[in-house]
C-alpha cells in the first residue's frame, strides 16, 4: 500500500487504543510502564505526575480535592472575565522595547517584548483543562474568543505583520481549534449545527491549519452517536458555499470527506463525475479513495474516466497523469509508467515531473532518445505563434530540458531575454543556466567537492525549489501549489532521488564537448555572472549579495581552470575592484576567495583607523 497522510492521533482514537492495551496487560507490567516513562521526566513535571496518582477521597485517602485538569464550580466565569480583559488591553500595551537593522531587508524593524504571550498561553491551557473536564459549554466560549482573538493581529505588537500572533505561541493551536470545533459540534443545536460550524471553519481558516471533520470527531473521547444524521445537512451547508469565498477550496475538501463518510467510495465517484469537470480535486479525490482501498485498476478506470472530463493541458491533468504512470509502474506495465510520465510532463511541466520522466526512460531503456524528442517539442514550442500550440512551462524548465538534451545554445538564447535580477523566481532560468556554462566549460562534469565550483553547480537543484509557489498577486489565483494533494499522498515520490544538477554534470561527461564549445560556454557565462553581480551589487540587493558573490568565485575558479594559473584570481581581483564603496559584498567574495583551494588570496585592506 502506497503511503497516505499521516495526522496526530485525536484523543478520542487514542483513549480507546490505550484503554484496549491496558485492559490486556497485567498489573505488574501497567506498574512496570509508568515507572519507565516516570524515570523519563523532566525534574519540573514529576510533581504533576505524582498528583495524577494521588489516592481520592472515594478510596479513604487524598485531600479529597478537584482531579488535575477539572474546573472548579464557579471558575468558568472567572475564566471568561479573564478571557475577555485579556483581550480588551491588547491595544493598550506598548510591546516595542527598540528598534534594529535588517540588513537582507535593508530597513527598520521593531524589537517586541511580547508580553501577551505568556498570559494568553496560561488562558489557552485553561480552556483546555475545561474541555478535558467535560465542560464543553465552557470550553466552547473559552478557546472560541481566544482563538478569534488571534485575528486581530494588530493588537499583538509592532511585528505582528512580519509575523503572525499564531505563530509566536508555543500552544499547540490545531488541537486548540479541533477541540474548540468539537465542543462547538456537540453544544450547538442540530438544526444549526452545519451552518455553525462551517462558518467557524471559515472564520478560523488561517489559525491552526486545516481541520477535517474527522479530525473533529477524533478529538473527543468518545465520537457522537448522531453523525450519520448530521452528515447529510453538513453536505448540503458544503454544497452551498459560495465560488469566490476564498473558503471554497476547503469546502470542496471537506465536501469530499463528507460524502466519502456518508456513502463511501461510491459517492465519491458520483460527486466526481458531476462536479469534476469544473473542480478536479474531486476526481483526485475520488482516484485516491481507490488506491487507498487496494483497489488498483479501478483508480486506473478512473483516472482514464477523470482525464476525458478535463482540458487537454493543465495541472490537474498532470496529477492524474502522474498517479496514472505511479500506478502502471505498480502493475509492472513500464510503457504505461513511460507514457504517463511523458503526458504528465507535457500537461503540466515542473522540475518533479522532468525527473520523474528521465527516471522512466531509463527503466524503458531510451532515456536519450525520449529526452530528445521532448526536446524538440519545447523548441518548437518556444517559436510557435498559437498560443495553444506554445510550451506550457516556464522559461526555466524549458532550459532545463534543452540542456539535458544537450540543447545548450537555445537555452543560452532563452536566457538572453530574461533580465539580470530576478534569479529566485520560479521562471528565471539564470540559476540553472549560468552554473551549467561555467561548469561545462571548465571541468565538464560534476565538479568535485572541495572547490567552490561544485557549490555553485548545486545551485541548479536549490533553483527548483520554489518553481511551484504563485508569484506575488498571483498567489490567489490558483496553480499547482496546494496544501491537499490527495493524489501526491498516495503515490511516492517519483522522481527516484534524481538530481537535475547530477543528470546534467554525467551528461556533459558522456558527451567531452569540443575545446571551443567549452571556451565559448565559459566566456558566455562568464558575461552573464559579470551582468548578474553588477546589477545585484549597484542596486544593493543585500539579500542577494551572498549568492552573486558565490557564482563570481566559482566563475573564478572555473577560469583558472581552464585557461591557467592566476587567470581565474585576476578576473575576480577584477569584479571586487569595481565595488570599492560595497563592503558587504566585499567582504563575501573575500571571504569566499581565502576558502577556495584554486583562488589566491585577496588582498589585505589598506585602510588605516
Known amino acids: 500500500m502506497s503511503p497516505a497522510r499521516e495526522h496526530p492521533l485525536g484523543l478520542g482514537p487514542f483513549l480507546r487504543a490505550l484503554e484496549t492495551r491496558l485492559a490486556a496487560l497485567p498489573i505488574a507490567s501497567i506498574r512496570a510502564g509508568v515507572l519507565s516513562f516516570a524515570k523519563q521526566l523532566p525534574a519540573a513535571e514529576r510533581a504533576t505526575l505524582l498528583a495524577h496518582f494521588e489516592p481520592t ?139 455553525r460550524l462551517r462558518g467557524e471553519l471559515s472564520a478560523l481558516r488561517c489559525i491552526g491549519g486545516d481541520i477535517s471533520l474527522q479530525v473533529i470527531l477524533d478529538t473527543v473521547p468518545v465520537p457522537p452517536r448522531d453523525l450519520d444524521a448530521f452528515l447529510p445537512s453538513w453536505v448540503e451547508e458544503l454544497r452551498r458555499t459560495p465560488a469566490d469565498e476564498r473558503f471554497d477550496a476547503k469546502a470542496r475538501q471537506l465536501l469530499s470527506e463528507a460524502v466519502r463518510l456518508q456513502r463511501g467510495v461510491d459517492g465519491l465517484e458520483v460527486l466526481a463525475l458531476e462536479l469534476g469537470a469544473e473542480h478536479p480535486e474531486h476526481l483526485e479525490e475520488w482516484i485516491a479513495a481507490l488506491v487507498q482501498d487496494g483497489r488498483r485498476a479501478a483508480a486506473c478506470e478512473a483516472a482514464r474516466q477523470a482525464l476525458e472530463l478535463l482540458p487537454p493541458r493543465g495541472h490537474a491533468r498532470g496529477r492524474i497523469y502522474d498517479a496514472l504512470a505511479w500506478l502502471r509502474s505498480e502493475s509492472k506495465d513500464p510503457s504505461g509508467a513511460m507514457e504517463g510520465r511523458r503526458q504528465a510532463w507535457r500537461a503540466s511541466p515542473s522540475r518533479d515531473r522532468l525527473l520523474a520522466l528521465v527516471a522512466a526512460a531509463r527503466v524503458w531503456g531510451e532515456e536519450e532518445e525520449i529526452v530528445a524528442a521532448e526536446a524538440a517539442l519545447v523548441e518548437r514550442g518556444l517559436r510557435a505563434p498559437e498560443p495553444s500550440d506554445r510550451f506550457l512551462g516556464s522559461p526555466r524548465q524549458a532550459c532545463e530540458l534543452l540542456m539535458l538534451a544537450g540543447q545548450v545554445d537555445p537555452a543560452v538564447e532563452e536566457l538572453q531575454g530574461q533580465g539580470p535580477l530576478g534569479w529566485s523566481s520560479p521562471n528565471h532560468p539564470g540559476a540553472v543556466v549560468v552554473p551549467y556554462l561555467i561548469v561545462a566549460g571548465s571541468v565538464a562534469a560534476v565538479p568535485p567537492e572541495d572547490l567552490l565550483l561544485s557549490d555553485v553547480f548545486d545551485m541548479i537543484n536549490q533553483a527548483g525549489w520554489n518553481e511551484n509557489v504563485p508569484h506575488k498577486g498571483a498567489w490567489f489565483l490558483g496553480g499547482e501549489h496546494r496544501d491537499h494533494a490527495p493524489l501526491s499522498e498516495v503515490s511516492p515520490d517519483p522522481t527516484g532521488g534524481l538530481l537535475l544538477s547530477a543528470l546534467l554534470g554525467d551528461r556533459l561527461d558522456a558527451l567531452s564537448p569540443p575545446a571551443g564549445d567549452r571556451a565559448r560556454w565559459l566566456q558566455t557565462g562568464r558575461v552573464f555572472v559579470e551582468r548578474r553581480v553588477d546589477a545585484v551589487v549597484s542596486g544593493k540587493h543585500r539579500s542577494a549579495y551572498r549568492g552573486a558573490a558565490l557564482v563570481v568565485a566559482g566563475c573564478g575558479e572555473a577560469i583558472e581552470l581552464a585557461e591557467g594559473k592566476g587567470r581565474g584570481s585576476t578576473f575576480v581581483t577584477g569584479i571586487r575592484d569595481r565595488f570599492p564603496r560595497h563592503a558587504a559584498f566585499r567582504s563575501e567574495l573575500d571571504r569566499l576567495s581565502r576558502s577556495s583551494t584554486l583562488l589566491e588570496n585577496p588582498p589585505r585592506s589598506s585602510r588605516r583607523w
Open 57 to 195: 477521597s472515594e478510596t479513604g485517602g487524598g485531600h479529597g480535592g478537584d482531579a488535575p485538569g477539572n474546573v472548579p464550580p464557579g471558575e468558568g466565569a472567572h475564566l471568561l472575565g479573564d478571557i475577555d480583559r485579556f483581550l480588551a488591553s491588547l491595544g493598550d500595551k506598548d510591546d516595542v522595547e527598540g528598534w534594529g537593522w535588517d540588513q537582507d531587508m535593508d530597513e527598520e524593524w521593531a524589537i517586541t517584548c511580547e508580553s501577551w504571550r505568556p498570559e494568553m498561553e496560561d488562558l489557552f491551557e485553561q480552556a483546555s483543562a475545561a474541555f478535558v473536564a467535560g465542560d464543553l459549554t465552557l470550553a466552547a466560549a473559552a478557546l472560541g474568543a481566544l482563538l478569534h482573538g488571534l485575528l486581530l493581529d494588530g493588537e499583538f505588537g509592532a511585528d505582528a505583520a512580519s509575523s503572525p500572533a499564531a505563530e509566536r505561541l508555543s500552544t499547540d493551536l490545531a488541537e486548540a481549534k479541533a477541540r474548540y470545533l468539537a465542543a462547538l459540534y456537540q453544544t450547538t443545536p442540530r438544526t444549526r449545527r452545519s451552518v
